[in-house]
Every structure is written in C-alpha cells, then in structure tokens.
C-alpha cells in the first residue's frame, strides 16, 4: 500500500503568527488644538497603518476623537490626514486604531474648536436666496416666500427692512453690495433692484438691454458690474448707469455666449466666472478673466470639476478669503462647501460633515473672519436658514 503527499502550502492555522509592529503617535498637526481654520489634521508616527504579507492580518487603521469615527483622508505607515471631526471639545483623546486590534496608541489632550453657528433666528422655513454682507457686518438675507429683504445684525437680531413694505419685484437669485454699500439684486430678468438700506427703499438701477436676462453678478472696486444668467454672455455693466441701458453703453466679453452663467466673483482684478454649457447638466467650469480698462481680456480656465470627483454638484457661488483661497458653494447634499488648492490644483470637500447640505449662497466678511451662508432645499425638505462659519481667516476685500 502506498502513499503520497499533496504538494501545496500548509493550512494557516498551522503556520505560526507573528503580530504586526505597534503603532505609536508622535505629533499632530496643528499640535494641541484644532482652531478654525483647520479642515483636516494630519497624525504622524511610525506603524500607523498595518502592512502585512499575511492574508491573516487586515490593512487600515480607524481614527478617533473620543468615541467619534474621523474620516480618513489619505493613510500610511508614517502619517493619516483625518477629516475635522463634527465634534466640540475641551479635551478629548485621539486614538489609532489597526483594524486587527491588538494594539492601539492614544494622543492627548486635543482641543477642538466650534466653527459653525446658526444665525439670525430664520425659523419660518420660507425659502431663502440672495445673502451680502457689508462693511459693517449686517448680513442682508431675501426671502423669497414673501419677497422681504431682512438685515440680520452681528448680534443676531433679525429685522425686515420696512416693516415688511420693502420688496424686491421677482424671485431673486444673488445679491451683492455695492461700492455705495447699499445692496443689488438680480432677478432673472433684464433688471437690477437697487435698495437703499439707510432709506429702506427699492428702485431700478438699470434695465439691461433685450435678451439679456441675468441671474447672478458682482462689482469691481472701480463701480463697473460684471453679470451674466443664460446664453447672456458676461455683461459689462459701467459705473452710475442709466435706468434703461443701450446696448452701445454696455459690453460684452465674448466668451460666454453659449454658456450658462452659475457665479460671477471679482477679486484681485479678475472676473471669476462659473459657468457650464446652456441647456445641459455638464459639469461646471471655473474661468477667470484679467479686468482691463472698461472690458476684460480672454479668460483663462481655474478649475474644471469634469476632472474631479464633484463633476455633478451644481455650482451655486464663489467667494475668496483675503489669502486667496477659492471657496465653492453647491446645492449638493454631501459636498455643500469646496475649496481649490492652486498649489495642486484640485479641489476638496472643505468642513466635511460641518457645514450643512444644499448650500445656495455665499458672503464673507470682510472685518471677521465669518463666511455666511444659506442652507436650504424645498424639493429635498431642507430647512431654509443661515449659518455663519469661522473660517479663521477675513473674506477678501
């Protein structure tokens, strides 16, 4: 009788284990705090994420503030770059964890600041649109339900401009203050409200031209007003216009003519535009165009989120912090507030899991360091309302 071994490895429970390396915390960064300001915190140490040959031995590691899951960003054995967690404390214990468990290490105490707040008492659930902040930090808020323009103070205190008789003519989609510091509204049509808010009235400041119906816009310091809506081009508006505006006396830039207008930012002496192919759902573009003179020159593309992971979040505003930074606003229900990174030029979720869904305005004040916003959606049953974040920063002048 005879007998024979199979050739093959032997069995796992039979080969002997060897536990992987223990991991251990050396810095983070920021060290001690998370201050606003601060959208991810990076871990550096040594063992941080298991590697292993041995099919016995799961790769990755868990992040911890507390009890709370932090969500990873980028992991290797020398560091992990975490998500800020929506989390406020005093002191909490970050603890990294292998997903095979054995072996942990804790970091601690880490102190985690409050960056976002509810603001100006918006309880109605009317539907919200158009928010600019002045000089003086009054943050003024259209309320599309019943069309009233409130002016909702630092103190959070919330009032309606002319006891409720100051209203703007249609459904406004952006609003902007003026050099004047008083506030224009856009409306999807020809015409752009003026509303003194020291008189408490509205009138037409300029009717454009046929065919131009725009939606969203923004000064120059020099009085000029860059607007645009659907297959409008960018419309040159010039300074103390006349109430009805000749085609002669208004240009165009000639390089948006298919386009749907999304945003219009000026900063640093460019015209930011987002904008996407009228008519169709592509996803948004990011251009900027150098003012000269009365006019601007050809544009130049900033960001294409074809080329990200956001290509079908519906770009709803820009604004600038006074470093530069590019924040991006969106109706989505997940990425709600992005930020660009010229320096790699990509674009990122900026307070994930922070900031609210569906975010259709932006304003940043120019004396704190406050970006306000609002949050709603009518078709997805968000509820309308304010919040500021603490960017840690002042918006761009």
């Known amino acids: 009788m005879a007998g024979c071994k199979y050739n093959v490895t032997d069995p796992l429970w039979y080969q002997p284990f060897t536990a992987p390396a223990a991991p251990q915390i050396t810095s983070i960064d920021p060290p001690s705090e998370a201050k606003p300001g601060v959208s991810t915190i990076t871990i550096h140490g040594h ?7 041995d099919p016995r031995v799961p790769t990755g590691t868990v992040v911890k503030f507390g009890s709370l899951e932090a969500e990873v960003v980028t992991q290797d054995t020398a560091s992990i770059v975490v998500r800020r967690p929506n989390l406020v404390t005093d002191s909490c214990t970050i603890v990294v964890i292998p997903h095979n468990a054995i072996v942990e290490s804790a970091f601690g105490p880490y102190r985690i600041h409050p ?13 919200l649109a158009g928010i600019a902040v002045d000089a003086t930090e009054n943050a003024y808020v259209i309320e599309t339900g019943a069309l009233l323009v409130h002016r909702t103070l630092s103190s959070l205190d919330n ?17 902007r203050i003026g050099p004047d510091g008083n506030l224009y509204v856009m409306e999807n049509n020809r015409a752009i409200e003026r509303v003194d808010v020291t008189a408490q009235t509205v009138a037409r400041w300029t009717q454009l031209p046929a065919g131009k119906v725009v939606k ?13 809506g659907s297959r409008t ?6 300074p103390n216009p006349p109430v009805s505006l000749p085609a002669a006396q208004m240009k165009l830039a000639g390089n948006y003519v298919t386009d749907e207008i ?34 601007v020159a050809s ?9 990200s992971a956001f290509r079908s979040d519906l770009v709803t505003d820009l604004a600038f912090s006074s470093a530069g ?4 606003s969106t109706a989505s229900a997940t990425n709600p507030l992005l930020y660009f990174n010229p320096s790699t030029s990509t674009v990122d979720n900026y307070y994930k899991g922070i900031v609210p869904p569906y975010c259709v305005g932006l304003s940043w004040s120019k004396t704190s360091n406050y970006l306000y916003l609002i949050s709603g959606n009518t078709a997805a049953a968000q509820e309308w309302t304010v919040y500021r974040l603490d960017m840690g920063t002042t918006g761009a002048p």
């Open 159 to 175: 009032i309606v401009l002319g006891n409720g008789a100051l209203k703007v003519a249609l459904v406004p989609f952006c609003a």
């Open 233 to 238: 081009d960018l419309c040159i508006v010039p």
């Open 115 to 127: 960056v976002i707040q509810r603001f100006g008492g918006f309880l109605k659930n009317l539907q």
């Open 325 to 328: 930074t590019m924040f991006i």
């Open 47 to 53: 063992n941080l994420v298991v590697t292993s040959a």
């Open 262 to 295: 999304l945003a219009v930012r000026v900063y640093n002496g460019f015209v930011y535009v987002a904008s996407r192919t009228a008519g169709t759902q592509d996803p948004a573009k990011i251009w900027k165009n150098q003012i000269v003179a009365d006019s």
């Open 299 to 307: 544009q130049s593309l900033v960001v294409d989120l074809a080329n």
């Open 216 to 228: 969203f816009g923004d000064f120059a310091p020099t009085g000029y007003f860059y607007t645009g």
